[in-house]
Nanobody
Framework: QVQLVESGGGSVQSGGSLRISCTASKAIYCMAWFRQVPGTERKGVAYITAGGSTNYVDSVKGRFTISRDNAKTTLYLQMNSLKPEDTAMYYC?????????????????WGQGTQVTVSS
């Protein structure tokens, strides 16, 4: 079992920056960020493997950076040039195994979420 706890959400104006974090109870191969707007499905934002490979959804490429610490237990998402459409609840997710993707159904462990609000 892996526990995930997010922190760092908040409100920012359009064009601003925010960093959110997720602390895992133990190191795990694949960690990712998802986001969800009420009434819509949860969608992948970015993932990172234990080896440092990353992948981003097109809408955040060049603006967001996913990273993790050397102990592989803390996950970060640096969000720059934020837009109102980035407003969502952001969830940390993790999965074991040797593959990683942004498929919601492939993740077994989820955090409680942290709200990010971007005003215009």
């Amino acid at each position: 079992q892996v526990q995930l706890v997010e922190s760092g959400g908040g409100s920012v104006q359009s064009g601003g920056s925010l960093r959110i974090s997720c602390t895992a109870s133990k190191a795990i191969y694949c960690m990712a960020w998802f986001r969800q707007v009420p009434g819509t499905e949860r969608k992948g934002v970015a993932y990172i493997t234990a080896g440092g490979s990353t992948n981003y959804v097109d809408s955040v490429k060049g603006r967001f950076t996913i990273s993790r610490d050397n102990a592989k237990t803390t996950l970060y998402l640096q969000m720059n040039s934020l837009k109102p459409e980035d407003t969502a609840m952001y969830y940390c997710a993790a999965r074991t195994g040797s593959s990683c993707s942004l498929n919601t159904n492939s993740f077994s462990y989820w955090g409680q979420g942290t709200q990010v609000t971007v005003s215009s």
